[in-house]
């Protein structure tokens, strides 16, 4: 009985042993780049035999665990900050920042002013917008996104002056909370956007300051709030995963890009 | 009967379908959404495109593996704390009553709390970075008070004149151990390996900060490894178009908890109570 | 208990194996709390007091994390005030009301009681958060975490008070016959304040398990950190909030991540020792 015991771990401490395969990376980070990566990682595995461990967690994620050395390249959506110039940023694609709201939702393009106030609590029904006599409900994204951090720089905000309704942690919970909802508005990157809109999930992107929030207005640069997907990392990198960035950045993968609605950096 | 009575029989059974009603519901929902995509192949082919294509078959494997290094290192562990338990204190004295305290604390303790502390301990401080084995080990942490108690159960269950028979005849403890308590009270130890398999496979919090999200088959134990539970709540969540497919493996791990129990209901045929 | 003078070896590895796995509980649950508490000590002498305001803006390192504990309380509350009267009444209906339903129904709430909290979760963000928010935007609220948790653990509540009503000497009920009580009258006045402690307990315990609850409440309780002023109010729990936190946070804001899971479970501990207490037992811890 014991003996079995002891053996189990012996077994346990032998595997922790064990170095990690060398040819292995590990990607962490944003969770909006997240699926579009595991899913590149996926062919670029097929064609090169190298392992790729892709992880979610968030922006915050992928640039502290590269910096802890946790992982080898961090999923970061958004630019570099300036605190963060230790860290090399390599840019895949190119992506924006829409404002949902339901599709039964008639309300008119909203001003920069208007969705300050509405973020604030300061506008708080629908009925003042031209809509409905309903309050309206406010989706906010949590601490440690980029999509958040974007956001609240573009409208010039901080954290503790937004009064939300809803906070959600992932895309696809604010993309249901809204579809969920006639009178709730949100903001989510573009790709997820259109990407539901066209599967019929019941969405209506707001545009911004005069640009429809579509793929061809961030292509040609109009769309007020775009931002870069980076992967980023420090020091120097190793063969694998330059080859990888090569892989990223060949035309061949745009489609994947196309299918998940964002703009590949080749273009 | 009295009116009292009456009253107290019909309101009873309201009180039922309001539980009953949002079950069903539930499930109704989960099969709406979800069965347009289950089929045999659903279980034999590998996720693909993040998740939204394709099957389960490398979650299942996943799964697999982290609830083989749970139970490994739980059933030994809890056998043996559970054959000391039995043999070497008696029910009622000082010694049990603290052990049986320490259990049943460790049986409270939120799931979470086990996340952070094995993120904490087996993915930073031992070095195991997010793995099968990470997973593993903190799930058979939370696991552990159910296997020791369900096996104590079991041994304690034997009865007395096996013990003193044994006695009678001279055998030593370990052959006692080995050849009639543990043999006799394995049903009962199959019921706890059941129920920690159960509620092993309902635990997504501890493995999201543990085991992590790699979809791909996992090839060592070093491996991170996504198991079901979190890969419902990624395709839901996280993935545009995963919900049918995280319904479909919603239902999956639905029939695999009612095989489990019924599993349960099997080996404890000769029904006291209920064991939970 | 042996006969033999000498015990042969074998006797005596095992008796030392087993004393050593018989400390292995005991270890995991130290090592648990030295893990926390190593962790959030430093965090926790320094800041300590700031911990009880209601001001969590980790970004600009204000940890006050008052209103997320007050959101985990109140979410468990009602999902116990909920749930509790719900399983008695209904353990109690069907042991004496519908006898023929009993073991089927409890084969049901054993199923029940293993379902993924994903799976709870995710129905009650797309089912129950959509229903609530025809009445009462936002949706995402107190009351939709209450009623997914009550439905999480009506089932071992339900299951503890037939143990427990299961383990009354049949003579109560035969006594009560004999009187020709009604069977809620017998209830009411004999087997439910007889079974009280034993079922109080375990509700207490269910109470617990609610607190500790994390993914059903990270989908539908709103996340938003404030006050829970209205049912109707999104809240954020504790533990949601280390599940939305925790892959991120670095210095001390992952510390005071590790300072609520403490805090989470000291108050655990606290509640069982509650729950002993109230079931009469001396438990050497109490």
């Not at chain 1, 980070?29 to 992880?55: H, Y």
């Not at chain 1, 793929?215 to 997907?229: F, I, T, V």
Request: charged share 15%.
């Amino acid at each position: 009985m014991q003996r079995k015991m002891w053996g189990a771990l012996l077994c346990v401490l032998a595997m922790t042993g064990c170095q990690p395969a060398t040819d292995k990376l590990v990607i962490t980070g944003s969770s909006t780049i997240a699926p579009l990566m595991a899913e590149l990682a996926e062919r670029f595995e097929a064609q090169t035999g190298v392992q790729v461990d892709v992880q979610s967690g968030g922006s915050g994620r992928g640039i502290s665990d590269v910096r802890q050395g946790l992982a080898d390249l961090g999923m970061v959506s958004r630019a570099l900050k300036q605190d963060e110039q230790d860290l090399a940023g390599h840019v895949i694609a190119r992506d924006g920042i829409a404002l949902i709201v339901h599709a039964e939702n008639p309300v008119a393009p909203l001003t920069q002013d208007q969705i300050i106030a509405i973020y604030t609590g300061k506008l708080d029904s629908w009925s003042l917008l031209g809509g409905a006599d309903r309050p309206i409900t406010v989706v906010h994204k949590a601490d440690g996104r980029s999509t958040q951090e974007l956001f609240l720089e573009h409208f010039g905000l901080d954290n503790d002056q937004v009064q939300p309704d809803l906070v959600i942690g992932e895309n696809q919970q604010g993309i249901k909370a809204v579809a969920g909802d006639p009178y709730a508005i949100g903001y989510v990157s573009i790709g997820t956007a259109v990407y539901e809109a066209d599967h019929d999930v019941p969405l209506r992107l707001l545009p911004l300051q005069g640009v429809p929030a579509s793929l061809a207005a961030l292509e040609q640069g109009d769309y007020p709030l775009s931002r870069e997907l980076n992967l980023v990392s420090r020091g120097e990198l190793n063969t694998q995963a330059k080859a990888l960035l090569d892989f990223l950045s060949d035309p061949a993968q745009a489609e994947i890009y196309h299918a998940y609605y964002f703009l590949p950096a080749t273009r | 009967m009295r009116w009292p009575d009456r009253l107290a029989a019909v309101s009873g059974a309201l009180l039922l379908l309001a539980v009953l009603v949002p079950m069903g519901l539930m499930l109704w929902s989960l099969l709406a959404q979800g069965s347009g995509v289950l089929s045999v192949d659903f279980l034999l082919e590998d996720p693909s495109q993040a998740g939204r294509a394709g099957g389960i078959a490398a979650l299942l494997i996943s799964t697999g593996w982290i609830l083989a290094v749970c139970l490994l290192v739980a059933v030994p562990l809890g056998l043996g704390c559970a054959l000391y338990l039995s043999e070497q204190v008696p029910a009622g004295t000082r010694r049990a009553q603290w052990l049986g305290g320490v259990l049943d604390m460790l049986a409270a303790v939120p799931s979470i709390v086990y996340g952070l502390f094995g993120y904490q301990f087996f993915a930073i401080s031992l070095g195991l970075g997010f793995s099968i084995l990470s997973g593993g080990l903190a799930l058979a942490l939370m696991v552990l008070p159910l296997m020791i108690r369900s096996a104590e159960q079991a041994l304690r269950a034997v009865p007395f004149s096996y013990r003193q028979a044994g006695e009678a005849l001279s055998i030593s403890r370990w052959g006692w151990v080995k050849r009639i308590l543990i043999p006799q009270a394995a049903p009962g130890i199959a019921v706890g390996i059941i129920l920690s398999i159960g509620r092993a496979l309902a635990e997504t919090a501890v493995l999201l900060f543990t085991a992590g999200y790699v979809l791909r088959r996992p090839d060592s134990v070093m491996d991170s490894g996504r198991a079901l539970s979190v890969h419902i709540y990624d395709l839901a969540m996280n993935v545009p178009g995963g919900m049918p497919r995280a319904a479909a493996t919603g239902l999956v791990l639905l029939a695999i908890l009612v095989i489990l129990n019924l599993l349960v209901r099997r080996w404890l045929r000769p029904a006291q109570g209920v064991l939970y | 208990m042996l006969t033999t003078s000498s015990p042969p070896r074998a006797d005596r590895l095992l008796s030392w194996g087993l004393r050593l796995a018989g400390a292995a509980a005991v270890l995991v649950l130290g090592g648990i709390v030295l893990v926390l508490l190593m962790q959030s000590a430093p965090f926790l002498l320094d800041h300590g007091s700031d911990l009880w305001r209601n001001d969590w803006q980790p970004g600009q390192a204000r940890y006050g994390m008052a209103a997320m504990v007050a959101g985990s309380i109140v979410v468990s509350v009602l999902a116990l005030l909920l749930a509790g009267p719900l399983a008695v009444l209904l353990a109690a209906w069907l042991r004496y009301f519908a006898p023929a339903l009993r073991r089927p129904m409890l084969a049901l709430v054993e199923l029940m009681a293993g379902i993924p909290s994903v799976v709870y979760g995710l129905w009650g963000m797309l089912v129950l958060v959509p229903w609530i928010n025809q009445w009462a935007p936002p949706g995402a609220s107190w009351l939709a975490a209450s009623l997914v948790l009550a439905l999480m653990i009506l089932p071992l509540a339900l299951l503890v008070t037939d143990t427990a009503l299961g383990q009354l000497p049949v003579r109560y009920l035969q006594a009560g016959q004999a009187l020709s009580l009604s069977r809620v009258g017998m209830l009411r006045r004999v087997l439910l304040p007889q079974a009280g402690p034993a079922i109080v307990s375990g509700l207490v315990l269910q109470f617990g398990r609610a607190l500790g609850e994390t993914m059903a409440v990270l989908m539908v309780a709103g996340n938003v950190v404030q006050w829970p002023g209205s049912l109707f109010d999104p809240v954020r729990t504790l533990t949601a909030n280390i599940a939305l936190e925790m892959a991120y946070a670095t210095g001390d804001h992952r510390v005071a991540l590790f300072a609520s899971g403490l805090l989470l479970l000291l108050v655990t501990a606290l509640l069982l020792l509650l729950s002993w207490r109230l079931r009469g037992e001396k438990h050497a811890l109490a």
